[in-house]
């Protein structure tokens, strides 16, 4: 697995996540209690959980960067 662990991610800041070949921009808008993330898709604007996005695995290109903007 390349790029940041789940701990490190923060409130407020950009991420790119690609897996399975989909990237996905969003920021993160809470921490949840059960150590999830609700985030704001970038592109779209929806709002969804991080787990929604790799809750059928991580694929072998799984990596997570902050973007810098």
Known sequence: ???????????????????????NEFIIESILINGDFAVKDLLTLERYYLKDL??????KDFEIREIHS
């Open 54 to 59: 790799i809750k059928f695995g991580k694929g």
């Open 1 to 23: 697995m390349k790029g940041l662990a789940f701990s490190s991610l923060r409130v407020g800041k950009k991420y790119r996540l690609v897996n399975f070949g989909d990237t």
